[in-house]
């Protein structure tokens, strides 16, 4: 059963444009909710990550928004740049079970020059 | 932070042979974790590694298939045993070095393939 659920598979944008990915969870004890950014040949590397107790969080060009209701959250990655071309997992994790994280299955973004 | 060295970087195996996939780390962790990420796919846990106790498996993974071994705080192997070609995949190590919920760090992951 697949924990964290992730959307689009893939993402091709225009460079300047605002990349989206969307995902979902369903176990309320989640209380860590990280992206992580993948380039070909390398492990994934943390993006930025956000707790419940938040609704956005924003670093730069990326934020978070989490709506904790709808228990889903989202990356918007604004004036998207080719160097962003790279696979995106969310993934979810609660603390009493020893950092163990549940990935969604990551989308694939392209930005086009 | 924490940086991860894992070895080999990719290989090309036999298959019925088996690999042993080393993870070091700079710095002393508790806690390391072993992922597989089949070809397009998302990071699947294999294993829980802690130092001086065996390694917890998740469903569907099993100790004869994918043995590890801990021996210190700062380094951990993989052996995937008695190779298939749905074994291939890229294997990736994982640490936690701080408190709970913390960021994880991974090693940039060996690229398996089984022939």
């Known amino acids: 059963q697949q924990q964290v659920k992730q959307s689009p598979q893939s993402l091709i944008v225009q460079k300047g444009g605002i990349s989206i990915i969307n995902c979902a969870y369903e176990n309320t004890a989640f209380d860590y909710f990280p992206w992580y950014q993948q380039f070909p040949g390398k492990g994934p590397a943390l993006l930025i990550a956000?707790?419940?107790?938040?609704s956005e969080k924003k670093e730069g060009r990326f934020t978070i928004s989490f709506n904790k209701s709808a228990k889903q959250f989202s990356l918007h990655i604004m004036d998207s740049q080719p160097g962003d071309s790279a696979t995106y997992f969310c993934?979810?994790?609660?603390?009493?079970?020893?950092?163990?994280?549940?990935f969604g299955t990551g989308t694939s973004l392209t930005v086009i020059p | 932070s924490a940086v991860i060295s894992q070895k080999p970087s990719r290989d090309i195996c036999q298959r019925g042979t088996s690999l042993t996939i080393q993870c070091q780390v700079d710095s002393q962790v508790t806690m390391m974790f072993w992922y597989r990420q089949q070809p397009g796919q998302s990071l699947t846990l294999i294993a829980t590694?802690?130092?001086?106790?065996?390694?917890?498996?998740e469903s569907g993974f099993v100790i004869d298939k994918f043995p590890i071994s801990r021996p210190n705080l700062t380094f951990s192997t993989l052996t995937v045993s008695n190779m298939s070609p749905e074994d291939s995949s890229i294997y990736l190590c994982s640490v936690y070095p701080g408190q709970l919920n913390t960021e994880a760090f991974f090693g940039q992951g060996t690229r398996l393939t089984v022939v």
């Open positions: 956000i707790r419940p107790d938040v």
């Open positions: 993934a979810a994790s609660k603390s009493n079970t020893g950092n163990q994280f549940y």
């Open positions: 590694a802690n130092q001086g106790s065996e390694a917890t498996y």
